[in-house]
């Protein structure tokens, strides 16, 4: 199966990138193919080549959240901040980064700011997949 640029981007959003937890998106080099693998239910490709796929969120890690965190520091008002803060101590960094519409505290056009930065990192993250990709012999479409 020929990898796309929306199965790429996809694995790389959706990478727990945790092998010993809940696993981890990884490209097997002779099949040219993503996989999923993990400790508790490994894929028969990992006994040969692969490599693990970036993860725009690794789990555990709070990488988003800490970026987010950043990101209103340098773009918002101080008391829209402290807002931000406030509602992310009764309902967590994770809720304060979603539309107001899900239960979350951003508005419109905060979440497509933050929604840019995302798209950045993506891009960027999968910018090194598609090297290493190109690298092992592969090719991305479209």
């Given at each position: 199966?020929?990898?796309?640029?929306?199965?790429?981007?996809?694995?790389?959003?959706?990478?727990?990138?945790?092998?010993?937890?809940?696993?981890?998106?990884?490209?097997?080099?002779?099949?040219?193919?993503?996989?999923?693998?993990?400790?508790?239910?490994?894929?028969?490709?990992?006994?040969?080549?692969?490599?693990?796929?970036?993860?725009?969120?690794?789990?555990?890690?709070?990488?988003?959240?800490?970026a987010f965190q950043?990101?209103?520091?340098r773009r918002w008002?101080?008391?829209?901040?402290?807002?931000?803060?406030?509602?992310?101590?009764?309902?967590?960094?994770?809720?304060?980064?979603?539309?107001?519409?899900?239960?979350?505290?951003?508005?419109?056009?905060?979440a497509e700011e933050?929604?840019?930065?995302?798209?950045?990192?993506?891009?960027?993250?999968?910018?090194?997949?598609?090297?290493?990709?190109?690298?092992?012999?592969?090719?991305?479409?479209?």
């Amino acid at each position: 199966m020929t990898i796309t640029e929306r199965m790429l981007t996809g694995a790389i959003a959706n990478n727990p990138a945790r092998y010993d937890g809940d696993g981890e998106y990884r490209y097997s080099v002779p099949h040219k193919t993503i996989y999923f693998s993990s400790a508790a239910k490994p894929d028969p490709k990992d006994a040969e080549s692969w490599f693990a796929l970036p993860s725009l969120n690794p789990d555990g890690s709070q990488r988003m959240e800490l970026a987010f965190q950043q990101f209103i520091k340098r773009r918002w008002l101080p008391s829209r901040q402290d807002e931000l803060e406030r509602f992310a101590l009764r309902k967590g960094w994770n809720m304060a980064m979603e539309l107001k519409y899900g239960g979350g505290a951003l508005e419109d056009r905060e979440a497509e700011e933050w929604q840019y930065v995302i798209n950045r990192e993506l891009e960027r993250l999968a910018d090194i997949a598609r090297q290493r990709i190109r690298e092992a012999g592969g090719d991305i479409e479209g």
